[in-house]
Protein backbone atom coordinates (compact mmCIF):
# COMPACT_ATOMS: atom_id res chain seq x y z
CA UNK A 1 0.00 0.00 0.00
CA UNK A 2 1.16 3.44 -0.88
CA UNK A 3 2.07 5.85 1.89
CA UNK A 4 -0.37 8.44 2.64
CA UNK A 5 1.71 11.14 2.42
CA UNK A 6 4.71 10.07 1.42
CA UNK A 7 6.44 13.31 1.41
CA UNK A 8 7.79 13.30 5.32
CA UNK A 9 8.21 17.12 7.08
CA UNK A 10 11.78 15.79 8.39
CA UNK A 11 12.65 14.27 5.17
CA UNK A 12 12.68 17.38 3.39
CA UNK A 13 15.59 19.45 2.15
CA UNK A 14 17.37 22.02 4.33
CA UNK A 15 16.41 24.99 1.88
CA UNK A 16 13.11 23.75 2.42
CA UNK A 17 13.01 23.64 5.98
CA UNK A 18 14.46 27.05 6.45
CA UNK A 19 11.75 28.68 4.44
CA UNK A 20 9.09 26.76 6.13
CA UNK A 21 9.98 27.44 9.41
CA UNK A 22 10.44 31.26 8.29
CA UNK A 23 6.66 31.15 7.25
CA UNK A 24 5.72 29.29 10.17
CA UNK A 25 7.03 32.11 12.01
CA UNK A 26 5.33 34.92 9.97
CA UNK A 27 2.55 33.01 10.36
CA UNK A 28 2.28 32.90 13.96
CA UNK A 29 3.40 36.40 14.49
CA UNK A 30 0.81 37.45 12.30
CA UNK A 31 -1.46 35.73 14.49
CA UNK A 32 -0.29 37.48 17.36
CA UNK A 33 -0.21 40.87 16.32
CA UNK A 34 -4.20 40.24 14.88
CA UNK A 35 -5.28 39.02 18.24
CA UNK A 36 -3.13 41.98 19.91
CA UNK A 37 -5.09 44.72 17.68
CA UNK A 38 -8.30 43.30 18.05
CA UNK A 39 -7.68 43.51 22.10
CA UNK A 40 -6.98 47.13 20.78
CA UNK A 41 -9.92 47.61 18.85
CA UNK A 42 -12.67 46.10 20.46
CA UNK A 43 -11.88 46.39 24.07
CA UNK A 44 -13.57 49.82 24.32
CA UNK A 45 -16.54 48.56 22.43
CA UNK A 46 -18.68 48.66 25.28
CA UNK A 47 -16.91 52.50 27.24
CA UNK A 48 -15.49 50.59 29.33
CA UNK A 49 -11.51 49.59 29.15
CA UNK A 50 -10.76 46.18 29.19
CA UNK A 51 -11.89 43.08 26.85
CA UNK A 52 -14.85 41.51 27.96
CA UNK A 53 -18.13 39.61 26.67
CA UNK A 54 -20.04 42.98 26.45
CA UNK A 55 -16.99 44.45 23.98
CA UNK A 56 -18.62 41.22 21.74
CA UNK A 57 -21.80 42.29 22.77
CA UNK A 58 -21.75 45.63 21.68
CA UNK A 59 -19.60 45.20 18.92
CA UNK A 60 -22.09 42.40 17.08
CA UNK A 61 -25.63 42.56 18.57
CA UNK A 62 -25.58 46.01 20.07
CA UNK A 63 -26.11 46.52 23.67
CA UNK A 64 -27.80 48.68 26.48
CA UNK A 65 -25.60 50.47 28.70
CA UNK A 66 -25.18 52.68 31.80
CA UNK A 67 -23.77 55.52 30.60
CA UNK A 68 -21.27 57.41 33.72
CA UNK A 69 -18.92 60.75 33.32
CA UNK A 70 -16.26 57.72 33.50
CA UNK A 71 -17.80 56.14 30.52
CA UNK A 72 -17.63 59.42 28.36
CA UNK A 73 -14.48 60.18 29.62
CA UNK A 74 -12.84 57.09 28.09
CA UNK A 75 -14.79 57.21 24.92
CA UNK A 76 -14.21 60.35 23.54
CA UNK A 77 -14.91 61.23 19.72
CA UNK A 78 -12.85 59.91 17.01
CA UNK A 79 -11.60 63.08 16.05
CA UNK A 80 -10.38 63.79 19.84
CA UNK A 81 -9.04 60.77 20.04
CA UNK A 82 -7.19 60.88 17.18
CA UNK A 83 -5.76 64.81 17.88
CA UNK A 84 -5.01 64.52 21.24
CA UNK A 85 -1.31 63.32 22.55
CA UNK A 86 -0.58 60.01 21.00
CA UNK A 87 -3.48 60.35 18.51
CA UNK A 88 -2.20 59.83 15.22
CA UNK A 89 -3.50 63.10 13.12
CA UNK A 90 -1.99 65.84 16.06
CA UNK A 91 1.08 65.88 14.08
CA UNK A 92 -1.39 67.74 11.32
CA UNK A 93 -3.07 69.84 13.76
CA UNK A 94 0.53 70.88 15.61
CA UNK A 95 1.49 72.72 11.93
CA UNK A 96 -1.80 75.08 13.04
CA UNK A 97 0.57 76.05 16.19
CA UNK A 98 -0.91 76.68 19.78
CA UNK A 99 -4.13 78.58 18.63
CA UNK A 100 -5.52 75.83 15.93
CA UNK A 101 -4.70 72.92 18.60
CA UNK A 102 -6.67 74.69 21.63
CA UNK A 103 -9.62 75.85 19.75
CA UNK A 104 -10.11 72.03 17.96
CA UNK A 105 -9.74 70.63 20.95
CA UNK A 106 -12.17 72.70 22.88
CA UNK A 107 -14.83 72.73 20.06
CA UNK A 108 -14.80 68.96 20.39
CA UNK A 109 -14.56 68.69 24.07
CA UNK A 110 -17.50 71.13 24.25
CA UNK A 111 -19.72 68.67 22.21
CA UNK A 112 -18.61 69.79 18.42
CA UNK A 113 -21.51 71.90 18.47
CA UNK A 114 -23.09 73.56 15.12
CA UNK A 115 -23.81 76.38 16.22
CA UNK A 116 -19.77 77.15 17.09
CA UNK A 117 -18.35 75.26 14.02
CA UNK A 118 -17.70 78.73 12.19
CA UNK A 119 -17.06 80.53 15.55
CA UNK A 120 -13.37 81.94 16.16
CA UNK A 121 -11.88 83.12 19.09
CA UNK A 122 -13.42 79.95 20.92
CA UNK A 123 -10.65 79.94 23.62
CA UNK A 124 -8.70 83.00 22.85
CA UNK A 125 -9.19 86.16 20.86
CA UNK A 126 -7.91 85.47 17.07
CA UNK A 127 -8.17 81.81 17.52
CA UNK A 128 -9.31 80.24 14.19
CA UNK A 129 -12.46 78.60 14.02
CA UNK A 130 -13.31 75.05 14.22
CA UNK A 131 -13.92 75.00 10.16
CA UNK A 132 -11.17 76.88 8.96
CA UNK A 133 -8.99 74.63 11.42
CA UNK A 134 -9.98 71.80 9.36
CA UNK A 135 -9.67 73.71 6.16
CA UNK A 136 -6.49 74.70 6.19
CA UNK A 137 -4.75 70.94 8.35
CA UNK A 138 -7.00 68.22 7.13
CA UNK A 139 -9.84 68.85 3.87
CA UNK A 140 -5.96 68.26 2.10
CA UNK A 141 -6.26 64.17 2.69
CA UNK A 142 -10.18 64.32 3.88
CA UNK A 143 -11.75 64.94 1.04
CA UNK A 144 -14.15 63.07 -1.25
CA UNK A 145 -12.61 63.59 -4.20
CA UNK A 146 -9.39 61.25 -4.26
CA UNK A 147 -8.00 62.14 -0.90
CA UNK A 148 -5.68 60.01 0.89
CA UNK A 149 -8.34 60.07 3.61
CA UNK A 150 -11.29 60.01 1.29
CA UNK A 151 -13.31 56.85 3.59
CA UNK A 152 -13.98 59.89 6.14
CA UNK A 153 -14.37 63.15 3.97
CA UNK A 154 -14.86 66.61 5.82
CA UNK A 155 -15.05 68.39 2.48
CA UNK A 156 -15.82 67.77 -1.43
CA UNK A 157 -12.88 68.45 -2.56
CA UNK A 158 -9.50 69.37 -1.83
CA UNK A 159 -10.33 73.38 -1.89
CA UNK A 160 -13.82 72.92 -1.00
CA UNK A 161 -15.51 74.75 2.15
CA UNK A 162 -15.49 71.70 5.18
CA UNK A 163 -19.06 70.48 5.92
CA UNK A 164 -20.60 70.42 9.05
CA UNK A 165 -22.47 67.38 8.75
CA UNK A 166 -19.55 65.80 7.65
CA UNK A 167 -17.03 66.50 10.46
CA UNK A 168 -19.74 65.71 12.86
CA UNK A 169 -19.15 61.96 11.76
CA UNK A 170 -16.34 61.57 13.96
CA UNK A 171 -16.08 65.04 16.14
CA UNK A 172 -19.09 64.16 17.92
CA UNK A 173 -18.43 62.04 21.22
CA UNK A 174 -19.79 58.71 21.43
CA UNK A 175 -22.35 59.26 24.52
CA UNK A 176 -23.18 62.80 24.13
CA UNK A 177 -21.16 66.07 25.06
CA UNK A 178 -19.21 65.62 28.79
CA UNK A 179 -21.89 65.97 31.78
CA UNK A 180 -22.10 63.84 35.22
CA UNK A 181 -25.67 62.67 34.45
CA UNK A 182 -25.83 58.47 34.26
CA UNK A 183 -28.19 57.44 31.90
CA UNK A 184 -29.30 54.09 29.98
CA UNK A 185 -27.75 54.51 26.06
CA UNK A 186 -27.89 51.95 23.47
CA UNK A 187 -24.43 51.00 21.79
CA UNK A 188 -25.60 49.76 17.83
CA UNK A 189 -23.17 46.96 16.89
CA UNK A 190 -20.83 47.93 13.32
CA UNK A 191 -23.39 48.54 10.68
CA UNK A 192 -24.31 45.55 8.11
CA UNK A 193 -22.06 47.52 6.02
CA UNK A 194 -18.78 47.48 7.42
CA UNK A 195 -19.80 43.62 8.44
CA UNK A 196 -19.64 42.97 4.91
CA UNK A 197 -16.29 44.87 4.15
CA UNK A 198 -14.41 42.74 7.39
CA UNK A 199 -15.86 39.73 6.10
CA UNK A 200 -14.65 40.10 3.07
CA UNK A 201 -11.26 41.27 4.15
CA UNK A 202 -10.92 37.75 6.38
CA UNK A 203 -12.76 35.70 4.80
CA UNK A 204 -10.83 34.87 1.82
CA UNK A 205 -6.69 35.62 3.33
CA UNK A 206 -7.75 33.46 7.04
CA UNK A 207 -8.49 30.02 5.21
CA UNK A 208 -5.61 30.78 2.97
CA UNK A 209 -3.04 30.41 5.34
CA UNK A 210 -4.97 28.43 7.72
CA UNK A 211 -4.54 25.73 4.58
CA UNK A 212 -1.38 26.09 4.22
CA UNK A 213 -0.41 25.48 7.80
CA UNK A 214 -2.80 22.32 8.25
CA UNK A 215 -1.61 20.57 5.35
CA UNK A 216 2.08 20.85 6.75
CA UNK A 217 0.59 19.56 9.85
CA UNK A 218 -0.91 16.33 7.42
CA UNK A 219 2.55 15.73 6.63
CA UNK A 220 3.89 15.31 10.11
CA UNK A 221 4.12 11.88 11.26
CA UNK A 222 1.78 11.90 14.10
CA UNK A 223 -0.92 9.47 14.87
CA UNK A 224 -4.40 9.86 12.81
CA UNK A 225 -6.36 9.52 15.61
CA UNK A 226 -4.67 13.07 16.77
CA UNK A 227 -4.69 14.52 13.37
CA UNK A 228 -8.16 13.73 12.92
CA UNK A 229 -9.03 15.92 15.97
CA UNK A 230 -6.51 18.43 15.74
CA UNK A 231 -5.87 19.31 11.58
CA UNK A 232 -9.68 20.50 11.05
CA UNK A 233 -9.97 22.25 14.38
CA UNK A 234 -8.52 25.83 12.89
CA UNK A 235 -10.96 25.91 9.94
CA UNK A 236 -13.66 25.04 11.44
CA UNK A 237 -13.11 27.59 14.10
CA UNK A 238 -13.32 30.65 11.29
CA UNK A 239 -16.36 28.87 9.57
CA UNK A 240 -17.56 29.52 13.15
CA UNK A 241 -16.01 32.88 14.21
CA UNK A 242 -17.38 34.28 10.60
CA UNK A 243 -20.63 32.95 10.96
CA UNK A 244 -21.37 33.89 14.19
CA UNK A 245 -20.69 37.31 13.63
CA UNK A 246 -23.54 37.50 11.89
CA UNK A 247 -25.85 35.49 13.47
CA UNK A 248 -24.86 37.34 16.63
CA UNK A 249 -26.85 40.65 15.22
CA UNK A 250 -30.69 38.93 15.74
CA UNK A 251 -28.92 35.98 18.07
CA UNK A 252 -27.19 37.35 21.06
CA UNK A 253 -25.72 34.00 22.38
CA UNK A 254 -23.73 33.86 19.47
CA UNK A 255 -21.13 35.67 20.54
CA UNK A 256 -20.03 32.84 22.95
CA UNK A 257 -19.21 31.32 19.71
CA UNK A 258 -16.80 34.31 18.52
CA UNK A 259 -15.54 34.00 21.79
CA UNK A 260 -14.68 29.83 21.51
CA UNK A 261 -14.12 30.38 17.89
CA UNK A 262 -11.32 32.89 18.90
CA UNK A 263 -9.96 30.32 21.43
CA UNK A 264 -10.21 27.24 19.56
CA UNK A 265 -8.39 29.07 16.38
CA UNK A 266 -5.55 30.34 18.36
CA UNK A 267 -4.93 26.74 20.21
CA UNK A 268 -5.65 24.99 17.00
CA UNK A 269 -3.33 26.83 15.03
CA UNK A 270 -0.35 27.31 17.38
CA UNK A 271 -0.57 23.20 18.20
CA UNK A 272 0.09 22.91 14.56
CA UNK A 273 2.86 25.01 14.03
CA UNK A 274 4.50 23.29 17.11
CA UNK A 275 3.57 20.08 15.43
CA UNK A 276 5.41 21.01 12.05
CA UNK A 277 8.52 22.72 13.58
CA UNK A 278 8.85 19.71 15.48
CA UNK A 279 8.52 17.16 12.67
CA UNK A 280 10.28 19.57 10.69
CA UNK A 281 14.02 19.61 12.45
CA UNK A 282 13.45 16.68 15.31
CA UNK A 283 11.15 14.23 13.12
CA UNK A 284 12.30 10.59 12.05
CA UNK A 285 13.31 10.03 8.95
CA UNK A 286 11.45 6.84 7.51
CA UNK A 287 14.18 4.31 6.42
C1 LIG B 1 -1.62 63.83 5.11
C2 LIG B 1 -2.97 63.38 5.05
C3 LIG B 1 -3.88 63.64 6.26
C4 LIG B 1 -4.07 64.84 6.93
C5 LIG B 1 -3.44 66.17 6.65
C6 LIG B 1 -5.03 64.54 7.98
N1 LIG B 1 -5.40 63.22 7.94
FE1 LIG B 1 -6.69 62.29 9.22
N2 LIG B 1 -6.34 60.53 8.28
C7 LIG B 1 -5.54 60.37 7.17
C8 LIG B 1 -5.60 58.98 6.77
C9 LIG B 1 -4.86 58.37 5.57
C10 LIG B 1 -6.43 58.32 7.68
C11 LIG B 1 -6.81 56.89 7.71
C12 LIG B 1 -5.69 56.23 8.41
C13 LIG B 1 -6.14 55.14 9.20
O1 LIG B 1 -6.77 55.39 10.24
O2 LIG B 1 -5.88 54.03 8.75
C14 LIG B 1 -6.88 59.34 8.64
C15 LIG B 1 -7.70 59.06 9.71
C16 LIG B 1 -8.26 60.03 10.52
C17 LIG B 1 -9.24 59.79 11.55
C18 LIG B 1 -9.76 58.42 11.96
C19 LIG B 1 -10.93 58.06 11.11
C20 LIG B 1 -11.65 56.86 11.65
O3 LIG B 1 -12.21 56.12 10.82
O4 LIG B 1 -11.66 56.64 12.87
C21 LIG B 1 -9.57 60.99 12.08
C22 LIG B 1 -10.57 61.25 13.18
C23 LIG B 1 -8.78 61.98 11.41
N3 LIG B 1 -8.00 61.37 10.46
C24 LIG B 1 -8.82 63.32 11.68
C25 LIG B 1 -7.99 64.26 11.09
C26 LIG B 1 -7.98 65.66 11.47
C27 LIG B 1 -8.84 66.28 12.54
C28 LIG B 1 -7.04 66.26 10.68
C29 LIG B 1 -6.62 67.70 10.68
C30 LIG B 1 -6.12 68.21 11.92
C31 LIG B 1 -6.47 65.23 9.82
N4 LIG B 1 -7.09 64.04 10.11
C32 LIG B 1 -5.50 65.47 8.89
C33 LIG B 1 -4.83 61.32 6.50
C34 LIG B 1 -4.72 62.64 6.90
Not at 15 to 32: E, M
Request: proline share 7%; with cysteine.
Amino acid sequence: MMQPYPIRLATLSLPAKITLTAFLALVGTGYLVAAAKINVWHSEADGVPGMSADDLRATYHGLETTVTAQIREALPAPMLREIRPGGSMRKHLLKGGDPAERALTAWLEQGAKAETFDKTGLVEAGDPSPKQIIAQRCTECHHADGGDAQETPYAANATAEPQYELVAKLALPAFGPATDKTEVRRIEPVSARKLLHVTHAHILSIPVFTLAVTVLFLMTGLGQGFKLVVAPLPMIAVCVDIGCWWLARPFEPAIYGIMAAGALFGAGLGLQILCVLGSLWFGKRPA
